[in-house]
C-alpha cells in the first residue's frame, strides 16, 4: 500500500514570507498523481496544485509551486509571498494511475502571522 | 465549477441509533468516497464506489455500509451508531479520466456527534 508522511504537523510563516511545506511518500508504481489540499478552518477541502509523475516540469498555480523529486519520492509544497488566507490544514496526497481512491497524509497545519 | 453537497453540516444522534449521510455531486462523476477525518490521524477511506449500486471497501470499513442508487448519490450509513464514530465525515467525487482525473472534489463535511 501506498504511504505518504508529512513529518511537520506544524508550521508557521509570517505574511509575506516562503514557507515550504514537506511531503514524502512510498510507491512501486510508475505512474501516478500527487496532489496538495488545503482546508481552511471552514473546513471544505479544495485543491491546491496536482503533480503528473510523468511530467518532470514541477507544477505551479499563482504563489503556490512543488519540488517534485521522483528518485527521492518527494513532493514539497512552496507557499510565496504568504497571505493570512493561506492559514489552514494542508494534505499531501497520492493517486494511483486506476484514478480511484487517494492516499492521505496526517496534515501540517500551517499558520500565518502578520 | 463542481459541486458536492452533504446533506448536513452538524448531526447529533443517539447510540444504537441508525443514521443516513448523504452526498450528492452534480459534475457526473463516475467515482464517489467516503472519508473520516479525526485530528491527527488525517482523513481515513471508509467506502468508495465507482460507479452505480458498486462498492469497495476502504481502510476503516467496520460499522459502516453505503448505498449508490443513482449516479449522483452517495449514501453513508451507519447502521447502529456508536460515540467511537463521533468525526467529521467527508464525501468526495472525482472522474477517472479526461483531464481532471484523480482530482476529488469534496463537500463540506458533516460533523457527527454520537451522544
Known amino acids: 500500500a501506498q504511504t505518504v508522511t508529512q513529518s511537520q504537523p506544524e508550521m508557521s510563516v509570517q505574511e509575506a514570507e516562503t514557507v515550504t511545506l514537506s511531503c514524502t511518500y512510498d510507491?512501486?508504481?510508475?505512474?501516478?498523481?500527487l496532489f496538495w489540499y488545503k482546508q481552511p478552518p471552514s473546513r471544505q477541502m479544495i485543491l491546491v496544485i496536482r503533480q503528473e509523475a510523468y511530467k518532470q516540469q514541477n507544477a505551479t498555480e499563482n504563489r503556490f509551486s512543488v519540488n517534485f523529486q521522483k528518485a527521492a519520492k518527494s513532493f514539497s509544497l512552496k507557499i510565496s509571498d504568504s497571505q493570512l488566507g493561506d492559514a489552514a490544514m494542508y494534505f499531501c496526497a497520492y493517486g494511483g494511475n486506476s484514478g480511484y481512491a487517494l492516499n492521505f497524509g496526517k496534515g501540517t497545519s500551517l499558520l500565518v502571522t502578520p | 465549477d463542481v459541486k458536492v453537497t452533504q446533506s448536513s453540516r452538524y448531526l447529533v444522534k443517539r447510540t444504537g441509533e441508525k443514521v443516513f449521510l448523504e452526498c450528492v455531486q452534480d459534475?457526473?462523476?463516475?467515482?464517489m468516497f467516503w472519508y473520516r477525518q479525526d485530528p491527527g490521524l488525517g482523513l481515513r477511506l471508509i467506502y468508495f464506489s465507482y460507479d452505480v449500486k458498486m462498492k469497495e471497501k476502504g481502510d476503516i470499513p467496520e460499522g459502516y455500509s453505503v448505498s449508490r442508487e443513482k449516479k449522483e448519490r452517495f449514501s453513508l450509513i451507519l447502521e447502529s451508531a456508536s460515540t467511537n464514530q463521533t468525526s467529521m465525515y467527508l464525501c468526495a467525487s472525482s472522474s477517472p479520466t479526461g483531464g481532471a482525473k484523480n482530482i476529488q472534489y469534496f463537500g463540506a463535511g458533516t460533523r457527527l456527534s454520537v451522544l
Open positions: 510507491t512501486s508504481e510508475s505512474d501516478y498523481y
Open positions: 459534475m457526473d462523476h463516475e467515482n
